[in-house]
């Protein structure tokens, strides 16, 4: 998180909010480029007791952000970003090679969407898609489904290293990996590797963004 954001709009305090902020360190330990996550989570169903207004705590960012690496261009977004593919859209036109997306999706919606969300924006951007994840049970009422995952521009799960289904369950076994009582206690790495060559070419075979144009359905 990044301090010093802005008060809630309409706020009756002056408390200050955060900023979900991703960064991006190079290897000489230099902070290299900043993102700071745009799209909040708020809903509220009295009905059902649910009350999760992200925007209480956390204030939006503003700015996409694209940034050099020795990989290639990065396109940087977090979490609950990546359900808005317009975002995702503009971080192509703006040169994204490898689209990142670090995120912790709770069980539920990691089993219902999680795989095919990332394979998506990957399919349509023609980009490598690299999501770190959160994995493990915190407490009675909440886990993180994990699956850090790595997609090719075609689509293609390269790597996935596993997370937690329910009460500790590892759904994708991964050498190396232990379940013990709730919570995966041993960490997984995934190596996989990055072929920009390979991504030209498929931008070349299906010009999509050529063939992309701006109007207005209705």
Not at 52 to 71: N, Y
Request: charge should be neutral; charged fraction near 20%; include cysteine.
């Amino acid at each position: 998180v990044e301090r010093d954001a802005p008060p809630s709009p309409g706020s009756s305090t002056s408390t200050p909010r955060v900023y979900n902020t991703h960064i991006i360190v190079n290897s000489d330990g230099e902070l290299v480029s900043t993102y700071r996550k745009i799209h909040l989570f708020d809903v509220s169903i009295p009905s059902q007791n649910i009350h999760l207004v992200e925007s209480k705590t956390t204030a939006p960012g503003t700015k996409l952000v694209v940034c050099d690496s020795p990989l290639g261009l990065l396109g940087l977004s977090t979490c609950y970003d990546m359900r808005f593919p317009e975002q995702y859209t503009r971080l192509r036109e703006l040169g994204a090679q490898i689209l990142l997306a670090p995120s912790a999706f709770t069980v539920p919606t990691g089993r219902a969407h999680w795989h095919t969300l990332l394979r998506c924006r990957a399919i349509e951007n023609q980009c490598y898609v690299l999501a770190a994840a959160q994995f493990g049970v915190h407490n009675e009422k909440r886990s993180s489904y994990g699956h850090s995952i790595a997609v090719d521009p075609w689509g293609a799960v390269l790597a996935d290293a596993g997370g937690v289904d329910g009460r500790g369950t590892l759904e994708v076994p991964v050498k190396g990996v232990r379940a013990r009582g709730d919570a995966i206690v041993t960490p997984s790495v995934v190596i996989c590797d990055i072929d920009l060559d390979s991504m030209e070419s498929i931008r070349t075979r299906m010009p999509i963004q050529k063939h992309r144009f701006n109007a207005s359905f209705s």
